[in-house]
């Protein structure tokens, strides 16, 4: 008694508390599913039934065509030939899930079909009111490829392709034409149709600009379908250069145009001298009455995304020759030196000459620092008194006629004189060697026949004594002492010891 009134209890619970359409039998499906031939589709389905008393049931889920063919069955040979191995009931049937799945879907499979639940110990149903047909498409669209309006140069980028399908249990695979990362994501759609999204991450460059970007979605059964989009890689300007004549005449005008590679091309451009001086602004620059001094320029190319400078440009500004002023000859002991200092550009061919034009001279050196060239010549110009210099480069000639100095006349004279000085001085020293050899030699033949005496000596008077005694010829010493004697009469008694000495010596021969 008491248990009766338990499950009555419960029962009215379970009545509360249970929404009303569970007490009734039908099927949630949708009207048509849009399938693609050869691929697979999902029905998608969800049944209801009265709710039974009992709990765990076995379930049995059949799907018919209206005519009653067997669409499925969980027996396979109760299945309709048209369907054998095509068909699976992808749901839980505990769960009332009862989709079904064609794989691969026939063009004569459009139904409509129905469901048909058989419940153990309870009831069967087949649920007539909810039918589902399926309209077989070729295709089911293009993909649709979305990329985002503003792509820059080294910026992380989302892209994504999206495609419908009916088939959650084997979507469609994406390959990208880019490489980068794929993830994808499916989202339920009305009429058991999905919508697959794959988005493609990547950092694109400058060189993915104008690049095609494809995107193909490989259905299961093989069928594909792809779709493509250009991007348009924006990037601040590269390759900035000044471009200009090779090489402009001083005086005359040149264009410089600025070069670069940008997307969106340049809006503005900015000439600038290497201080940061702004010359002008545009695309080409004009600059008139070029000099050799205007130094390096330069272009900045400016786009929405970023500016560029070039590097630093010089002109090669070409000029006739000049001869610099420090040129010059000089003099000195060792002879003439001229120096010529040439400027020009490109460098010139140097032409030297003295008294006679068709005589070339030879320069001793020639260097060249930059643009100046330094010409040398040394003591070769014979009797010439100028030096001529004419350079000449494909811009003209120049000619420099440089005086060469001369010995001044007094220092010629000096020298002269000195050389004169030099001869007499020469001539009196031999003309007195001759002398002193000559009479030596006399000497010594009256020294043979009247020998010296002591009384002989004495007996003259001091200066014309040692004058006779000191005798010059035996050697030069002795010569010279007798000299000194004579000069330094306060000595008297050395030119006497010496006398004895000589005398000695004499007697010794
Ligand atoms: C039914 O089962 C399928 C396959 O397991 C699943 O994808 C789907 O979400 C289920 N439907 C419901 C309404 O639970
Ligand atoms: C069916 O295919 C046609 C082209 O064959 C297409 O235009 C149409 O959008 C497709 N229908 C669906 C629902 O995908
Ligand atoms: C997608 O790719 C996976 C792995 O390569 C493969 O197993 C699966 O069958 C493919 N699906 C389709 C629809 O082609
Ligand atoms: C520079 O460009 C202008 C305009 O295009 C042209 O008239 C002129 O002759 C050019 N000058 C030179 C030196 O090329
Ligand atoms: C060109 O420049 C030089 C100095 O660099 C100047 O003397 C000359 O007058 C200028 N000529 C013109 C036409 O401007
Ligand atoms: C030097 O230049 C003048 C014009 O300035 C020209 O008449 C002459 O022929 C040139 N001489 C040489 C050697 O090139």
Known sequence: MSFSCWLLCISALWLKVSPAESESWN??????????????????????????????????????????????????????????????????????????KINPLRRSDSGPFMFRI???????????????SITINDSLGQPNIYIPEEINSGKRVTVTCSVFHSCPSDPPNFTWSHKGTI???????????WKITSSLSFTPSKTDNKKKLTCT?????????DSMKTL????????????????????????????????????????FTEARTLLSEGHTFTLNNVSRHIGTIYCTAINTVGHTNSSPTQLNVLYPPE?????????????????????SHPASEIKLWGADPSTELRRTNEEKHGTLTIVILQGVLGFSDAVHCQATNSQGNYTMTLKVPQYPE?????????????????????????????????????LSLQPKTETNVSNQSEPSRKCTDVNPCYDGSQHVYGNMALEEPYEEEYPYDYASEYEETYANV
């Open 410 to 446: 007094t220092y010629n004279s000096k020298l002269l004189y000195i050389s004169i000085a030099a001869t007499v001085v020469f001539v009196m020293i031999i003309g007195f060697l001759v002398w002193i050899i000559r009479r030596c030699r006399r000497t010594e033949a009256h």
């Open 118 to 132: 058989e419940i153990e110990d309870f009831n069967k149903y087949t649920y007539y009111q909810n039918k589902v």
């Open 183 to 193: 993830s994808s994501q499916s989202l339920q759609q009305t009429n058991g149709q």
């Open 27 to 100: 099927a949630e499906v949708p009207q048509s599913v849009v399938g693609l031939e050869g691929s697979c589709v999902v029905i998608p389905c969800l049944f209801r039934y009265p709710g039974p008393t009992k709990q765990a049931s076995h379930f049995t889920g059949i799907w018919y065509t209206e005519s009653h063919d067997k669409v499925y069955d969980p027996t396979p040979s109760k299945i309709s030939s048209a369907f054998q191995h095509r068909t699976s009931l992808l749901g839980d049937l505990s769960q009332r899930n009862c989709s079904l």
């Open 217 to 225: 979605a490989a259905f299961l059964g093989g069928k594909k379908v």
């Open 323 to 343: 001869i610099k002023t420090g040129s010059s000859c000089t003099l000195d002991t060792s002879g003439v030196t001229c120096i010529f200092v040439i400027d």
């Open 232 to 271: 348009e890689v924006k990037y601040a300007p590269e390759n900035v250069a000044v471009i200009s004549e090779n090489s402009v005449a001083e005086g005359s005008s040149v264009n410089m145009t600025c070069s670069s590679d940008s997307n969106p091309a340049p809006h503005t451009y900015h000439w």
